[in-house]
């Protein structure tokens, strides 16, 4: 092999005496032709580890009746001039820590602190509400005064409302709501929800009989 020959010269030539081209060579081969390219061209980012591309040019080698350890010594010593480190190491483009840019440093940060948050705020995220009514205790029940006090207990972290009505949860956890009954049957629903848990609901049915109403009879 002459001295002055370099690689990719001595490959063409080599293409050239055979009659054929990198597409029928990589046909002929079974190599991708993209990295007979890049062998002849020394694009070491476009290739596999050291291992694979000396078992490629082992097969180039052979296909076109070439000495197969001058044509490796010859690429290694061409590559010298081109890049420093070790030939037998995967190329610097795969599994390299990369330079992350802010933006995702950022969004990679906030994804940490709300995966924690989570974590130790599941049970106030998640869960069934404990939701307790303390008047009226029945599920149904009969008044006279129009005038009815709600009262009960939920964790205030918790959403609670009485008929759609959003009823306000003191920090100790209590709550209570004046109401104005209807004559006759009145279906209250007490429904407790949590952000991401599930939803309580309980129905109490409250009779309201005017005192004017029990004279009469």
């Not at 995702?104 to 130790?120: D, E, N, P, R, W």
């Not at 049957?185 to 609901?201: D, H, P, W, Y």
Request: proline letters at 4%.
């Amino acid at each position: 092999m002459e001295a002055h020959r370099n690689l990719k010269t001595l490959l063409d030539e080599a293409l050239e005496l055979r009659n054929v081209n990198h597409e029928k060579l990589a046909q002929l081969t079974g190599i991708p032709e993209r990295y007979i390219w890049a062998i002849q061209s020394l694009e070491v980012e476009k290739l596999p580890s050291a291992p694979y591309v000396r078992g490629y040019i082992k097969k180039i080698s052979e296909f076109l009746r070439l000495n197969h350890d001058e044509i490796w010594e010859l690429y290694k010593k061409e590559l010298s001039h081109k890049e420093s480190g070790a030939y037998d190491t995967l190329p610097t483009n795969r599994f390299a820590i990369k330079h992350l840019s802010r933006r995702t440093v950022f969004f990679a940060a906030l994804g940490i602190i709300l995966t924690l948050y989570l974590l130790l705020n599941a049970r106030q995220l998640i869960g069934r509400p404990n939701l307790v009514i303390t008047n009226p205790e029945a599920a149904a029940t009969s008044v006279s005064n129009e005038k009815i006090i709600f009262s009960g207990k939920l964790e205030q972290k918790d959403k609670l409302t009485i008929n759609g009505e959003e009823i306000f949860i003191s920090p100790d956890g209590n709550f209570s709501k004046e109401y104005s009954l209807q004559p006759g049957l009145n279906t209250i629903e007490f429904k407790a929800s949590r952000l991401l848990g599930k939803e309580v609901s309980i129905v109490k049915e409250v009779m309201y009989q005017p005192e004017n109403n029990k004279l009469l009879k």
